[in-house]
T-cell receptor, first 109, second 114 residues
Framework: GIQVEQSPPDLILQEGANSTLRCNFS?????LQWFHQNPWGQLINLFY???GTKQNGRLSATTVATERYSLLYISSSQTTDSGVYFC???????????FGKGTSLLVTP | EAQVTQNPRYLITVTGKKLTVTCSQN?????MSWYRQDPGLGLRQIYY???????DKGDVPEGYKVSRKEKRNFPLILESPSPNQTSLYFC?????????????FGQGTRLTVV
């Protein structure tokens, strides 16, 4: 099956810092999403981005499908950004979201 | 508000006592699916449904049943729960069955089987 690798696995930032999270995938995809799992366990949709670039406030994402990677940028981080960030992809002709292991982010005051 | 709703949010039960976790979406989505999340194993698909009366196994279907009698509902049934089914469960839905549209997740159900 398709492999999804996220880096770094853990990240500690001071409030106000910027960060870049990476997602590499092993095969062509027809869906790529970024999620934030908050401390209560809820999966929050950040971006649906099978290709191209999107921005939403302090967050932005870029997917280069031909090179099989996606990046999530967090600018001016806040303590509420803490949690685990997941990248998930659907392989062409697949029927499941395949999740990476996530990046655990802690933003300190 | 467009959403996927799971119930209950938290459940503690005993081994062997049948239970159902409900999932409902109000977005007229064709595709629905169940995942479980476990430490070290990540999120894994249990079952999925491409449309009414069309269900199929995911990666970890053993010990679970599902049904899709109506488009909006996709319940997960544990006929005889065991402690290894203790997990965080998520229901998801997406507009089309090919899953090349955005998927939305419910709030999660924390199940403990003792």
């Amino acid at each position: 099956g398709i492999q999804v690798e996220q880096s770094p696995p853990d990240l500690i930032l001071q409030e106000g810092a910027n960060s870049t999270l990476r997602c590499n995938f092993s095969d062509s995809v027809n869906n790529l999403q970024w999620f934030h799992q908050n401390p209560w366990g809820q999966l929050i949709n950040l971006f649906y981005i099978p290709s191209g670039t999107k921005q939403n406030g302090r967050l932005s994402a870029t997917t280069v499908a031909t090179e099989r990677y996606s990046l999530l940028y967090i600018s001016s981080s806040q303590t509420t950004d803490s949690g685990v960030y997941f990248c998930a992809v659907v392989a062409d002709s697949g029927y499941a979201l395949n999740f990476g292991k996530g990046t655990s982010l802690l933003v300190t005051p | 508000e467009a959403q996927v709703t799971q119930n209950p949010r938290y459940l503690i039960t005993v081994t062997g006592k049948k239970l159902t976790v409900t999932c409902s979406q109000n977005m007229n989505h064709e595709y629905m699916s169940w995942y479980r999340q476990d430490p070290g194993l990540g999120l894994r698909q249990i079952y999925y449904s491409m449309n009414v009366e069309a269900t199929d196994k995911g990666d970890v279907p053993e010990g679970y049943k599902v049904s899709r009698k109506e488009k909006r509902n996709f319940p997960l049934i544990l006929e005889s729960p065991s402690p290894n089914q203790t997990s965080l469960y998520f229901c998801a839905s997406s507009l089309v069955g090919t899953l090349n549209t955005e998927a939305f997740f419910g709030q999660g159900t924390r199940l403990t089987v003792v």
